[in-house]
């Protein structure tokens, strides 16, 4: 079975390399919403794949880590990156280029690893990150699978290679979240006692 849940930010950035002109020289803007679907063959404690409302603890701060920030491949030009640095306090450097495509993996590769290091509490089985859906235009998305996360003809994308800035990581519930997604620290899901048996 597949769930799927919803987030939407406001994001800027630039794509080089890209084909459209305006998108390669241009700082520009986009209201994203990105699609987050989880998969499982089995029903939790309260008959679901894996609660909602659990998706608005560290999901929920990941991706809107991105709202309001402007986004740079780490490998652009050094004084673009310097500015945007200066200029804007919520900045995210990736690995690789900004584009709706390498959102989808970017955004599946830290997810991806959120599971896997959540301690399942109410009764969750394979709880599995299924797809990303990145949403750049109303009419225009791109849908990454495990395949394509983890795909090197697509770019390598590691965890210790995305860099929040700092303001970013304060508006997190736990401001060392990402330090713990890094270190391999666990995140334990509330026990629910159960009303029904």
Same mark, same amino acid.
């Given at each position: 079975?597949?769930?799927? /849940?919803?987030?939407? +930010? #406001?994001?800027?950035?630039?794509?080089?390399?890209?084909?459209? #002109?305006? %998108?390669?020289?241009?700082?520009?803007?986009?209201?994203? /919403?990105?699609?987050?679907?989880?998969?499982?063959?089995?029903?939790?404690? !309260?008959?679901?794949?894996?609660? +909602? !409302?659990?998706?608005? !603890?560290?999901?929920?701060?990941?991706?809107?880590?991105?709202?309001?920030?402007?986004?740079?491949?780490? /490998?652009?030009?050094?004084?673009?990156?310097?500015? %945007? /640095?200066?200029?804007?306090?919520?900045?995210?450097?990736?690995?690789?280029?900004?584009?709706? #495509?390498?959102?989808?993996?970017? +955004?599946?590769?830290?997810?991806?690893?959120?599971?896997?290091?959540?301690?399942?509490?109410? !009764? #969750?089985?394979?709880?599995?990150?299924?797809?990303?859906?990145?949403?750049?235009?109303?009419?225009?998305?791109?849908?990454?699978?495990?395949?394509?996360?983890?795909?090197?003809?697509?770019?390598?994308?590691?965890?210790?290679?995305?860099? +929040?800035?700092?303001?970013?990581?304060?508006?997190?519930?736990?401001?060392?979240?990402?330090?713990?997604?890094?270190?391999?620290?666990?995140?334990?899901?509330?026990?629910?006692?159960?009303?029904?048996?």
């Amino acid at each position: 079975m597949l769930i799927r /849940k919803l987030f939407k +930010f #406001e994001n800027a950035h630039i794509v080089r390399n890209c084909s459209s #002109e305006r %998108c390669r020289t241009s700082i520009h803007g986009h209201s994203y /919403k990105i699609e987050v679907l989880l998969e499982a063959d089995a029903l939790d404690n !309260g008959q679901m794949v894996y609660d +909602f !409302g659990l998706m608005k !603890g560290t999901i929920r701060d990941v991706i809107d880590a991105f709202d309001h920030a402007i986004c740079f491949w780490d /490998k652009d030009d050094a004084e673009y990156i310097r500015l %945007c /640095k200066i200029f804007s306090a919520r900045w995210i450097s990736m690995p690789v280029s900004p584009s709706a #495509e390498q959102f989808a993996r970017l +955004f599946f590769v830290i997810i991806d690893q959120v599971l896997a290091q959540t301690v399942m509490a109410n !009764g #969750e089985h394979d709880v599995r990150l299924h797809s990303i859906i990145a949403h750049e235009t109303e009419t225009g998305y791109a849908q990454a699978f495990r395949h394509d996360a983890y795909n090197p003809r697509m770019g390598e994308i590691q965890l210790s290679q995305i860099e +929040f800035s700092a303001q970013c990581q304060q508006e997190w519930i736990d401001p060392a979240m990402y330090q713990k997604l890094l270190a391999g620290v666990k995140f334990t899901n509330p026990v629910v006692p159960q009303q029904v048996q």
